[in-house]
């Protein structure tokens, strides 16, 4: 299913920040790809997001 997991049990504070850049980068990539329409409106695409101010990013786009 080409799924990324992935826990992180870290010490460090600068893991802790690289790992979250790289989530929004990828989450912002996400709404690019919605937007130049690449998913059909039948498509289910779910991003689970694992921490901090989820509500942040919360966006509502139309697929059709």
Known sequence: MDTDVRFMD???Y???YAEMDRV???FAGL???AREGQFKP???VLYLYSG???G???IDIELD
Request: net charge negative; proline share 0%.
């Open 52 to 54: 901090g101010a989820g």
């Open 56 to 58: 942040l990013f919360a």
């Open 14 to 16: 600068d893991d802790i």
């Open 42 to 44: 039948t498509d289910n």
């Open 31 to 33: 709404v690019k790809m």
């Open 10 to 12: 870290t010490d460090s």
């Open 24 to 26: 929004s980068k990828a």
